[in-house]
């Protein structure tokens, strides 16, 4: 092979190893995002010892409604295995002997980081994850790393039929019939719009570029194939995404930052997937995904970590009717600052004559890495609601400070009812592990309302606490609201 033919394989190889990995810049200032100086984060690809470190840039997040503090998360892209060098730069990096002690969770990744000097440490990805990375079990003002899969479907602008924010003079740039809306890198705010929404019409695709930073909540209302889709970022807007009364919408890759309300709020809409979701929230009320009266839902590969519901699923709430079915959840990593991380039930119909009916959910293969309240797998069934056909399966619980594993209630609650629910049936609770201090998980709960008005048949199978099974004998209390 010839010189010329060697170096232009040489710089084909250095190429492919880079396009690798893809780091994006972030718009910074009043209007842009705030970097968070507690850790450094590095990556390269793992193939090619020789190849150069690039730092990505830590972002920062608020968490936790009780005390907010300041935690922060780093991104990028990666279409091939990785490493990451994270370097603490935080006051108290050291322990006592003088070194740090970090775990990278989810524990179910395997992913075990090693100590390459006195602040900074290295691990291998093989694939991307959404990961918290804690030192010294500081899980308040932890790391965040997420690791995207590389993107495949990218547009510019200049598509025909696209409304472009980037473009100048944008104070009106709707247009009748378009496929596509494009937020290129920088900071986006609806210019005469004083509500800070934007509203998505049907059959339109919405392009958040990796380095876009949106200030607005994205509207999708009597609308049917819409996509919203991206590396970009929705910054503190009042809700991060609604859908409501409209049919196959799909959510993925975003990044909801600081919303006042919810994350992601559905109601009376039918076939949504939301999947590579990543949520932080630290005001009340400000849920990661609520959806009323919903059905046909698929939640796949999200990282919610929020200071109310991660995921909550109702009936009728508010201007929804009709009941909700077909909720397919996997692969949600949930970290649950205040709340639940599950919580299914509560609300529904009860002025109609039988009320209304959740049903055929399937929760499985996820991880919950934080949660300090009650019920960490919660149904409540107030209202007139029927809840049947529930599964929990392949759910990891780690090192929670005070919980219970879950919690069945069929009641009235003043605050949230007008009527007592009707009866929950059929839970199935699978392959469940739950690892604690001892004595911080409290037992679980049933709360029948009445004997007529109670919760149903309900089967454990290899459900453990610390490796021990559960025992429903001595790990659950049933007491009844009317007797």
């Known amino acids: 092979m010839g010189k010329c033919k060697m170096a232009i394989l040489l710089c084909l190889m250095a190429w492919t190893v880079q396009a690798q990995i893809r780091v994006s810049e972030w718009p910074e200032g009043k209007e842009g995002l705030k970097r968070n100086p507690d850790y450094e984060v590095y990556v390269k690809p793992l193939a090619g010892s020789d190849s150069e470190w690039r730092q990505v840039p830590n972002l920062d997040c608020e968490v936790d409604v009780r005390k907010v503090r300041h935690a922060s998360f780093a991104e990028f892209e990666m279409g091939g295995p990785v490493a990451v060098k994270v370097r603490n730069c935080r006051a108290d990096a050291l322990g006592a002997d003088g070194r740090m002690a970090v775990k990278v969770k989810p524990a179910s990744r395997g992913i075990v980081a090693r100590q390459v000097d006195e602040r900074t440490v290295e691990f291998a990805l093989q694939r991307p994850e959404f990961l918290s990375v804690e030192?010294?079990?500081?899980?308040?003002?932890?790391?965040?790393?997420?690791?995207?899969?590389?993107?495949?479907?990218?547009?510019?602008?200049?598509?025909?039929?696209?409304?472009?924010?980037?473009?100048?003079?944008?104070?009106?740039?709707?247009?009748?019939?378009?496929?596509?809306?494009?937020?290129?890198?920088?900071?986006?705010?609806?210019?005469?719009?004083?509500?800070?929404?934007?509203?998505?019409?049907?059959?339109?695709?919405?392009?958040?570029?990796?380095?876009?930073?949106?200030?607005?909540?994205?509207?999708?209302?009597?609308?049917?194939?819409?996509?919203?889709?991206?590396?970009?970022?929705?910054?503190?807007?009042?809700?991060?995404?609604?859908?409501?009364?409209?049919?196959?919408?799909?959510?993925?890759?975003?990044?909801?930052?600081?919303?006042?309300?919810?994350?992601?709020?559905?109601?009376?809409?039918?076939?949504?997937?939301?999947?590579?979701?990543?949520?932080?929230?630290?005001?009340?009320?400000?849920?990661?995904?609520?959806?009323?009266?919903?059905?046909?839902?698929?939640?796949?590969?999200?990282?919610?970590?929020?200071?109310?519901?991660?995921?909550?699923?109702?009936?009728?709430?508010?201007?929804?009717?009709?009941?909700?079915?077909?909720?397919?959840?996997?692969?949600?990593?949930?970290?649950?600052?205040?709340?639940?991380?599950?919580?299914?039930?509560?609300?529904?119909?009860?002025?109609?004559?039988?009320?209304?009916?959740?049903?055929?959910?399937?929760?499985?293969?996820?991880?919950?890495?934080?949660?300090?309240?009650?019920?960490?797998?919660?149904?409540?069934?107030?209202?007139?609601?029927?809840?049947?056909?529930?599964?929990?399966?392949?759910?990891?619980?780690?090192?929670?400070?005070?919980?219970?594993?879950?919690?069945?209630?069929?009641?009235?609650?003043?605050?949230?009812?007008?009527?007592?629910g009707n009866r929950v049936e059929n839970v199935r609770f699978r392959n469940i592990s739950v690892t604690a201090p001892e004595g911080n998980i409290n037992p679980s709960l049933i709360i029948d309302y009445d004997k007529q008005r109670s919760v149903g048949g309900y089967t454990l199978e290899n459900v453990t606490v610390n490796g021990r099974p559960f025992r429903p004998e001595t790990d659950v209390v049933r007491t009844m609201t009317v007797k």
């Open 135 to 420: 030192f010294n079990g500081e899980r308040k003002q932890n790391l965040h790393v997420f690791a995207n899969a590389m993107l495949t479907e990218t547009y510019t602008g200049d598509e025909p039929g696209t409304i472009n924010w980037t473009a100048p003079n944008a104070q009106d740039i709707f247009m009748q019939d378009a496929r596509l809306i494009y937020f290129g890198p920088g900071v986006h705010k609806p210019k005469d719009l004083p509500s800070g929404e934007i509203k998505i019409p049907s059959h339109t695709t919405v392009y958040l570029a990796p380095g876009a930073v949106v200030c607005a909540r994205l509207i999708v209302d009597r609308a049917e194939d819409v996509r919203i889709i991206g590396r970009g970022i929705i910054a503190h807007p009042l809700r991060g995404i609604e859908i409501t009364y409209s049919k196959d919408v799909l959510v993925d890759g975003v990044t909801v930052l600081n919303p006042q309300h919810y994350t992601v709020y559905g109601g009376q809409s039918e076939n949504i997937t939301i999947r590579n979701l990543k949520s932080f929230s630290a005001r009340p009320w400000s849920d990661g995904i609520d959806l009323m009266c919903c059905r046909h839902v698929k939640i796949h590969n999200v990282f919610l970590r929020n200071s109310d519901d991660c995921i909550a699923l109702y009936n009728h709430r508010w201007w929804y009717w009709g009941g909700s079915s077909d909720f397919d959840i996997s692969r949600a990593t949930l970290w649950c600052d205040w709340a639940h991380p599950v919580n299914i039930g509560t609300h529904g119909d009860d002025r109609s004559e039988t009320g209304e009916t959740l049903e055929n959910v399937r929760i499985h293969d996820c991880d919950i890495l934080f949660h300090a309240g009650d019920g960490m797998l919660t149904i409540g069934c107030g209202d007139k609601n029927t809840i049947r056909d529930v599964t929990y399966d392949s759910i990891r619980i780690e090192d929670v400070p005070k919980a219970r594993l879950f919690e069945m209630r069929v009641d009235y609650s003043e605050k949230y009812n007008r009527a007592p």
